[in-house]
């Protein structure tokens, strides 16, 4: 998507393993998020960003931590990984409070 | 692609017909409101958004109606055509510290040709 790109697109790996996806944007916005989704239960939100180093939890955190060291980065990582957080991760960015969220293409993630 | 949701409430139209997609909003303070579309295996795009200062705003095709006393959303799609099967999702801003979004749940609309 114009502005967003996430990486990786797809991602493998074992059960304690820790895992870290990466959401870039090139708009300069200031809000960032992390979602999961997963069938039956929509889009949750895991954490978000309101500006570098300022990050808060979302209603589904456990498990995760984030990092936004830059505006144009925000980290997620699964310090641990389990077959419960196979899913797929979407970030988003968004400019203000009357503007839409801007989707990534997302990251499938399997945890075996 | 992932499927995004299996027990989605699911809206099958014929191509050429219109299409109205209805979405519940939880909160009575929220003064924003956006609806998404999903496609399989891809993120939400942004469709048309209106403010609570309005009740009705038209997009190429598109129109949302807002109605503030029920607390109701519904997008509806002129000509329906098979390009526009996916999931929508309408999306309320609650004014909360974070900015956040706040998402229904989904609707699968599925054209006939």
């Known amino acids: 998507d114009a502005g967003i790109t996430q990486s990786p697109r797809h991602k493998v790996t074992e059960t304690g393993t820790p895992v870290t996806l990466r959401c870039h944007q090139t708009e300069n916005h200031r809000y960032m998020y992390w979602y999961r989704q997963d069938p039956g239960h929509g889009l949750r939100l895991i954490h978000y960003?309101?500006?570098?180093?300022?990050?808060d939890k979302g209603e589904v955190s456990d498990g995760y931590s984030v990092s936004r060291s830059k505006t144009e980065d925000f980290l997620l990582t699964l310090e641990s990984a389990t077959s419960s957080q196979t899913s797929v991760y979407f970030c988003?960015?968004?400019?203000?409070?009357?503007?839409?969220?801007?989707f990534g293409s997302g990251t499938r993630l399997t945890v075996v | 692609g992932e499927s995004v949701g299996l027990h989605l409430p699911t809206l099958s139209v014929q191509e050429g017909d219109n299409s109205i997609i209805n979405c519940a909003y939880s909160?009575?303070?929220?003064?924003?409101f956006i609806w998404y579309k999903q496609e399989s295996g891809k993120g939400p795009q942004f469709i048309i958004d209106?403010?609570?200062?309005?009740d009705k705003r038209q997009g190429q095709r598109v129109t949302v109606l807002l109605n503030k006393t029920v607390k109701h959303l519904s997008l509806q799609i002129a000509a329906t055509q098979p390009g526009d099967s996916a999931v929508y999702f309408c999306a309320e801003n609650q004014g909360n510290a974070g900015n956040m979004l706040t998402f229904g749940g989904g609707t699968r609309l599925m054209v006939k040709p």
């Open positions: 209106i403010r609570s200062n309005m």
């Open positions: 960003s309101y500006g570098v180093k300022d990050t």
């Open positions: 988003a960015i968004r400019e203000d409070r009357v503007s839409g969220y801007t």
């Open positions: 909160n009575s303070a929220s003064d924003y």
